[in-house]
């Protein structure tokens, strides 16, 4: 059995912050999420791998800061390089 390097993945994390009406913010530190319609429902996925539902999303507020915004443009630049480099080897 031969060893190799193995380059673990390297993910961006950014704060989602939501309350719900009336009571207090809450935050925590994710690298992804994604909302399902049909059950109302926000998912948030943490660093260690895990995830965090929250039910009844239409009840809801959320803010994503500076770092969301970083974390998007930095996917995007990978994502439109990723292409460039694929149309070349074409």
Same mark, same amino acid.
């Given at each position: ?5 193995? !380059? ?8 989602? !912050? ?28 943490? !660093? ?36 460039? !480099? ?5």
């Amino acid at each position: 059995m031969s060893t190799k390097n193995v !380059e673990e993945a390297q993910f961006m994390v950014y704060n989602f !912050e939501w309350k719900e009406m009336g009571k207090e913010w809450q935050k925590l530190d994710v690298v992804g999420h994604k909302y399902y319609e049909k059950s109302d429902r926000m998912v948030l996925f943490k !660093e260690n791998g895990g995830i965090f539902e929250i039910p009844c999303w239409n009840n809801m507020y959320s803010s994503l800061g500076e770092d969301w915004a970083d974390k998007v443009n930095k996917q995007h630049e990978e994502e439109s390089s990723k292409g460039k !480099e694929d149309a070349e080897k074409s």
